[in-house]
């Protein structure tokens, strides 16, 4: 499956590593017949040659030809576009863009303008000065290329790093966060670039953000799920229900887990395949994260469910690692981070996670796998995840900082991406992983098309590019054999196509 060559259309499923992946695909697993190979293939020098080395923060089809490239951030200051090609390396650095005095902080592609192009957002902050604010910036694609002189600055600063939402439902990116203008939150709307306040949010929110734009009541519109801080300075969590485009204030705010004392990244998934989405939180119970645990919460309830408490690989015992925002660091700190997919297409969501090493310095990628609950703790939540602690490969990956799933080959299994510390050109070093992992499964990859003339999203012959930001679908299947409920892929994103809608099926 996926041999060496990287067909134009059948590619697997993926998700991004720092912000939300610019790509519309449904992957939906059947009954699958799974094998037992699993192994890991490194095929780094495959894709990159010798380049494979900087921060990938990025993905999304900068040249509009339906093929996924990567956006890598080196020097501090300098964003590289591999476009994905047809040989090897399969992806090349073309596209290049320099800026000065600045560090960026952050990549996150999309059509900001509306002109169906790929414009490219960065946020930066002033070298020397990691604490100050962060500047957004806008460079507006011109024919598959980025002019330096072609950019918009936005006139206020950010606390910290926005949210990309579509907060108007225009299908045009818009800019969410706490700017040097207000305390409450102020959205930057996208196409006409004016600002836009939301008067009735009282309570200051967490940092780094922890926010997302999510289907929570299942009413096939995006909800604004808040991360802010009560009056006691703990994390709480704001559902912000979408009711006709306008967003109502919360009646009732869900507390963290009681025991947690520091806590990561949300991130959400069906995770027990009833059709709801489920909000999971990666936490420690000390500043040390010397006991980790993974939380579960199911929509409407206030409990919390522990779906990964055992984190002793027989040896040694691991824990997330904290994140740090200490300026005086020579290193980058990532938050504390899930990365979701489903790994052996059970139809069941696993993850990526970086784990360190509790009696060593060594931290290192593990991949997480779904599996049914089988004691008392996790009983509320149905299913657990469960460690690999030696996969093949992956575990060879020492000082990794960031890992996530990428489907290379587009055959619609994923594969692994993985950043770590050990380069020898002072960048991080991007590692590859082939999952050989085989299975028979359906694999449908949607490309829609947005009628501007009617404002009705379709499955139709139009020949323009469109930029799809937030595009729901669900599928029921019911069969003696699979599950009645399939999990869904809610998608909000920044993704340019040319052409008509396509179904592929293997």
Same mark, same amino acid.
């Given at each position: 499956?996926?041999?060496?060559?990287?067909?134009?259309?059948?590619?697997?499923?993926?998700?991004?590593?720092?912000?939300?992946?610019?790509?519309?695909?449904?992957?939906?697993?059947?009954?699958?017949?799974?094998?037992?190979?699993?192994?890991?293939?490194?095929?780094?020098?495959?894709?990159?040659?010798?380049?494979?080395?900087?921060?990938?923060?990025?993905?999304?089809?900068?040249?509009?030809?339906?093929?996924?490239?990567?956006?890598?951030?080196?020097?501090?200051?300098?964003?590289?576009?591999?476009?994905?090609?047809?040989?090897?390396?399969?992806?090349?650095?073309?596209?290049?863009?320099?800026?000065?005095?600045?560090?960026?902080?952050?990549?996150?592609?999309?059509?900001?303008?509306?002109?169906?192009?790929?414009?490219?957002?960065?946020?930066?902050?002033?070298?020397?000065?990691?604490?100050?604010?962060?500047?957004?910036?806008?460079?507006?694609?011109?024919?598959?290329?980025?002019?330096?002189?072609?950019?918009?600055?936005?006139?206020?600063?950010?606390?910290?790093?926005?949210?990309?939402?579509?907060?108007?439902?225009?299908?045009?990116?818009?800019?969410?966060?706490?700017?040097?203008?207000?305390?409450?939150?102020?959205?930057?709307?996208?196409?006409?670039?004016?600002?836009?306040?939301?008067?009735?949010?009282?309570?200051?929110?967490?940092?780094?953000?922890?926010?997302?734009?999510?289907?929570?009541?299942?009413?096939?519109?995006?909800?604004?799920?808040?991360?802010?801080?009560?009056?006691?300075?703990?994390?709480?969590?704001?559902?912000?229900?979408?009711?006709?485009?306008?967003?109502?204030?919360?009646?009732?705010?869900?507390?963290?887990?009681?025991?947690?004392?520091?806590?990561?990244?949300?991130?959400?998934?069906?995770?027990?395949?009833?059709?709801?989405?489920?909000?999971?939180?990666?936490?420690?119970?000390?500043?040390?994260?010397?006991?980790?645990?993974?939380?579960?919460?199911?929509?409407?309830?206030?409990?919390?469910?522990?779906?990964?408490?055992?984190?002793?690989?027989?040896?040694?015992?691991?824990?997330?690692?904290?994140?740090?925002?200490?300026?005086?660091? %020579?290193?980058?700190?990532?938050?504390?981070?899930?990365?979701?997919?489903?790994?052996?297409?059970?139809?069941?969501? %696993?993850?990526?996670?970086?784990?360190?090493?509790?009696?060593?310095?060594?931290?290192?990628?593990?991949?997480?796998?779904?599996?049914?609950?089988?004691?008392?703790?996790?009983?509320?939540?149905?299913?657990?995840?469960?460690?690999?602690?030696?996969?093949? %490969?992956?575990?060879?990956?020492?000082?990794?900082?960031?890992?996530?799933?990428?489907?290379?080959?587009?055959?619609?299994?994923?594969?692994?991406?993985?950043?770590?510390?050990?380069?020898?050109?002072?960048?991080?070093?991007?590692?590859?992983?082939?999952?050989?992992?085989?299975?028979?499964?359906?694999?449908?990859?949607?490309?829609?098309?947005?009628?501007?003339?009617?404002?009705?999203?379709?499955?139709?012959?139009?020949?323009?590019?469109?930029?799809?930001?937030?595009?729901?679908?669900?599928?029921?299947?019911?069969?003696?054999?699979?599950?009645?409920?399939?999990?869904?892929?809610?998608?909000?994103?920044?993704?340019?196509?040319?052409?008509?809608?396509?179904?592929?099926?293997?």
């Amino acid at each position: 499956m996926g041999g060496p060559c990287r067909p134009a259309l059948v590619r697997r499923g993926r998700s991004s590593l720092l912000w939300p992946s610019p790509l519309l695909l449904l992957l939906v697993t059947a009954g699958a017949l799974v094998k037992p190979g699993r192994a890991l293939q490194n095929v780094t020098s495959q894709l990159f040659g010798t380049e494979a080395f900087g921060t990938l923060a990025a993905f999304g089809d900068f040249n509009s030809d339906k093929q996924t490239d990567l956006f890598v951030l080196r020097r501090e200051s300098e964003l590289n576009i591999f476009l994905a090609d047809q040989n090897e390396p399969y992806f090349k650095p073309k596209v290049k863009l320099l800026l000065r005095d600045v560090v960026i902080t952050s990549v996150v592609p999309g059509d900001y303008d509306g002109d169906s192009q790929m414009d490219v957002l960065l946020t930066t902050h002033p070298k020397k000065q990691p604490n100050a604010d962060l500047s957004v910036w806008i460079f507006w694609g011109n024919n598959q290329t980025l002019d330096i002189n072609r950019k918009f600055v936005a006139n206020r600063t950010f606390y910290d790093e926005p949210l990309i939402m579509d907060f108007n439902g225009d299908l045009i990116p818009d800019i969410f966060g706490i700017t040097s203008e207000s305390k409450r939150p102020e959205i930057l709307i996208g196409r006409n670039l004016t600002w836009h306040q939301m008067p009735d949010a009282e309570h200051a929110v967490f940092k780094p953000h922890s926010h997302g734009f999510i289907d929570m009541n299942q009413d096939f519109t995006a909800d604004l799920f808040l991360t802010t801080l009560s009056k006691a300075g703990e994390a709480q969590f704001e559902i912000w229900v979408n009711q006709d485009g306008d967003f109502a204030k919360p009646q009732h705010i869900k507390e963290k887990p009681k025991d947690a004392v520091v806590i990561g990244q949300s991130v959400f998934a069906d995770f027990d395949g009833d059709g709801q989405t489920e909000h999971l939180l990666p936490a420690c119970a000390d500043t040390a994260c010397q006991k980790s645990v993974i939380y579960l919460s199911k929509p409407g309830l206030d409990e919390w469910f522990p779906v990964l408490q055992n984190f002793s690989d027989g040896v040694n015992v691991w824990g997330f690692v904290p994140y740090s925002n200490d300026p005086t660091a %020579d290193e980058i700190s990532f938050p504390i981070t899930l990365h979701i997919g489903d790994y052996n297409m059970d139809g069941y969501p %696993d993850a990526l996670a970086i784990l360190k090493n509790m009696s060593g310095s060594n931290q290192q990628a593990f991949l997480l796998e779904n599996e049914e609950c089988r004691n008392a703790s996790c009983k509320g939540a149905h299913r657990s995840f469960k460690v690999h602690w030696a996969l093949s %490969d992956l575990n060879q990956i020492k000082d990794a900082t960031v890992a996530t799933f990428f489907d290379i080959y587009e055959d619609g299994i994923l594969d692994i991406i993985v950043l770590s510390k050990n380069s020898p050109k002072k960048e991080l070093a991007i590692h590859a992983l082939k999952n050989n992992f085989e299975a028979d499964a359906y694999f449908v990859k949607v490309i829609g098309e947005w009628l501007k003339s009617s404002g009705i999203w379709m499955a139709s012959t139009f020949n323009e590019i469109s930029n799809i930001v937030s595009i729901l679908f669900s599928i029921l299947l019911k069969s003696k054999n699979i599950h009645n409920n399939v999990t869904l892929m809610s998608v909000s994103d920044a993704r340019h196509e040319k052409g008509t809608r396509k179904a592929e099926t293997k």
